[in-house]
Nanobody
Framework: QVQLVESGGGSVQAGGSLRLSCAAS????????MGWFRQAPGAEREFLSA????????YPTDSRKGRFTISRDNAKSTIYLQMNSLKPEDTAVYYC????????????????WGQGTQVTVSS
């Protein structure tokens, strides 16, 4: 089992950037495909991006039209979501999640979730 803790959220003006982090503990991150999701108030949870256990492959290749980039550092047991050119509609709670590394690189069937970090973008 793996435990996930997100950080790096906060308030930013439109056009700004944030980098979210997700620290994993409990088992080596090499065992997991990782993903980022978000949920805005009153909306369903939305898949943003996933990254393979090796970090070589990401899906989709241009999350949010290239504004969001997922990466990982397995040595630090941490994944990241770099968010640029933020818009007010990006306001949401952002979650990282994990599933077994043999699962497809997509937004489905994640087994482990963090508690989320709030991102607020003002106009």
């Amino acid at each position: 089992q793996v435990q996930l803790v997100e950080s790096g959220g906060g308030s930013v003006q439109a056009g700004g950037s944030l980098r979210l982090s997700c620290a994993a503990s409990g088992r080596t991150l090499l065992n997991y495909t990782m993903g980022w999701f978000r949920q805005a108030p009153g909306a369903e949870r939305e898949f943003l991006s996933a990254i393979s256990w090796s970090g070589i492959t990401t899906y989709p290749t241009d999350s949010r039209k290239g504004r969001f980039t997922i990466s990982r550092d397995n040595a630090k047991s941490t994944i990241y979501l770099q968010m640029n050119s933020l818009k007010p509609e990006d306001t949401a709670v952002y979650y990282c999640a994990a599933k077994g590394r043999m699962h497809p690189l997509d937004g489905h069937e994640y087994d482990y979730w963090g508690q989320g970090t709030q991102v607020t973008v003002s106009s």
